[in-house]
């Protein structure tokens, strides 16, 4: 049996949807949870992460003989993500606006055999019930990087040089250089470490090469290949408390898992250098975002940066969105947006495709984009397994 429905655009949730048939198989039913663009994504037809652009994938999965349903809306069990995905074959959600699939999400979900992340980082599923399920899990990897990798050495340079509250000052008409100056910093000549140094993690550390570090440092229980590690001079440490301890500037570069959920918490900010930098662009729940904000307020840390929050979007009473140090400043924090560049929503926008054609194809998938297979686990990167 084939459903046929007109294509539907409506402005609160936005979803668009279509099914029909070009053959003799039934059209599958894809699920996309991606972030609302607005008026910026009517005028920038880059910006293919959103709804109104859709991965650019309409046209082709249509011709295909697949229904496409597209929507912002995933909060509570009358959303529409919470609707659809009960009959639907395949999600595509990304890091950015996540459809949290839950076990009781994967309950619902009776047709669900593949979850695509469009972009990197699949912690919003549930890994082990995909496991128990037999679904899926792919994402896109190496297709946020650079743009990461760039955003964290950005961090760096607006927490140490006191960056936030001199351009604030500007803003407001005054100038009192010494208000700024007395709370910035060189880069140079600092300890910086990273905990975790798999694709970003280690492009961090090549990025802040140049600047003239006093040394590079980094935990990870997969050590760098030793080429790699010599490249950047970078020594290994055994435990992210010694590392912690050691560091300037400490940047959080792993994925979210059991094993690294809460990870910075109050006991590990006591180990930090008195006055060090924190960028986290990782997952906002690596880190204990009261914990933090109590670090910021005290001085033990000096600045917090990044763009994840341990809720998408995040409401307006996070603590993290007006957390400051003693002297008013050491918050660089922004959206979720450091992996979502025009540069990168091309990268995974494709990579998106790439993955349902081979899914279609019954092709193999490329390895590395493998989270989860069919029953088990197919990477190392969310912990040691």
Not at 16 to 44: H, N, P, T, V
Not at 88 to 104: K, N, Q, R, S
Not at 142 to 171: C, D, K, Q, W
């Amino acid at each position: 049996m084939f459903r046929s429905a007109i294509r539907t655009s409506l402005s609160k949730p936005q979803v668009a949807s279509q099914r029909f048939s070009s053959g003799g198989s039934r059209g599958l039913k894809i699920l996309a949870i991606l972030y609302r663009g607005g008026d910026a994504a009517k005028q920038e037809p880059r910006l293919l992460g959103t709804v109104e652009n859709e991965l650019g994938l309409r046209s082709w999965l249509e011709s295909q003989g697949h229904e496409y349903i597209v929507s912002d809306d995933k909060e509570g069990p009358n959303s529409v993500f919470q609707k659809q995905i009960q009959d639907a074959d395949i999600l595509i959600t990304t890091p950015f606006h996540p459809g949290y699939v839950t076990p009781e999400v994967f309950n619902k979900a009776k047709n669900l055999k593949v979850c695509v992340t469009a972009g990197v980082g699949s912690d919003h599923i549930n890994l082990n019930t995909a496991i128990d399920k037999k679904v899926q899990v792919l994402e896109v990897t190496g297709s946020n990087v650079t743009s990461v990798a760039e955003h964290v050495v950005m961090n760096m340079l607006l927490l140490v040089r006191n960056f936030v509250p001199a351009h604030e000052m500007i803003e407001r008409g005054d100038w009192d250089v010494s208000q700024v100056a007395r709370n910035a910093f060189d880069l140079e000549g600092k300890v910086i470490g990273t905990i975790g140094a798999g694709r970003i993690g280690h492009r961090v550390l090549q990025r802040v090469l140049p600047f003239n570090p006093k040394e590079l440092v980094y935990y990870d229980y997969n050590p760098l290949p030793e080429e790699a590690a010599k490249a950047v001079g970078a020594r290994r440490i055994d435990t992210v408390e010694e590392l912690v301890s050691q560091c300037d500037v400490v940047t959080v570069n792993c994925p979210l898992h059991e094993g690294t959920r809460g990870l910075i918490n109050a006991d590990l900010l006591k180990k930090f250098k008195p006055g060090a930098w924190l960028v986290n662009t990782a997952r906002g729940a690596i880190c204990d975002k009261f914990a933090v904000a109590d670090a910021l307020k005290s001085g033990q840390l000096r600045g917090y940066a990044g763009d994840v929050w341990d809720v998408q979007p995040a409401p307006k009473d996070h603590p993290w969105r007006a957390m400051k140090n003693p002297l008013g400043g050491g918050n660089g924090m922004v959206p979720h947006y450091s992996g979502t560049t025009l540069d990168a929503q091309q990268r995974y926008a494709a990579g998106t495709k790439s993955i349902l054609e081979k899914y279609f194809q019954g092709k193999e998938q490329e390895p590395a984009n493998v989270i989860v297979g069919i029953g088990k686990w197919a990477t190392k990167a969310y912990g040691q397994r």
